[in-house]
C-alpha cells in the first residue's frame, strides 16, 4: 500500500495499526476521530501522530511535546508531505 492508496480508501481499512488508521482518519477529515485513536496509546508512533495532529492543529507547543515525546525533531515539513512520510515509514517502506 501507497501513502496515496490509504488516502483514497473510502472504507475504514483492516489489518493496519491503530497509528496508520489514525492517519486515515485525519486524511478523511476526521480530526476528532484520530486524535481518541492515539491519544492512549504509548508507543513512539503513536506519539509522532499524536505530534503531527496537533501540528495539523495549530498547537505548536503541544505538537512539540509529543515530537520529544516520539523521540523526533518538530518537522518542519508541509503538513502533506509529514503525512505521507509518515505513513511510508510506518508501512515500512
Known amino acids: 500500500m501507497t501513502p496515496a492508496e490509504l ?13 496508520l488508521v489514525a492517519l486515515w482518519q485525519e486524511a478523511r477529515g476526521d480530526w476528532r476521530g484520530a486524535h481518541v485513536t492515539v491519544q ?16 495539523r492543529e495549530g498547537d505548536d507547543a503541544n505538537a512539540r511535546y509529543w515530537y520529544a515525546r516520539a523521540g523526533r525533531p518538530p518537522s518542519r515539513l508541509p503538513l502533506d508531505d509529514e503525512w505521507a512520510a509518515m505513513v511510508s515509514v510506518l508501512l515500512g517502506d
Open 7 to 19: 488516502r483514497s480508501m473510502a472504507e475504514r481499512p483492516d489489518g493496519l495499526t491503530d497509528e
Open 40 to 55: 492512549d496509546l504509548h508507543s513512539n508512533d503513536a506519539a509522532w501522530v499524536h505530534a503531527y495532529l496537533h501540528r
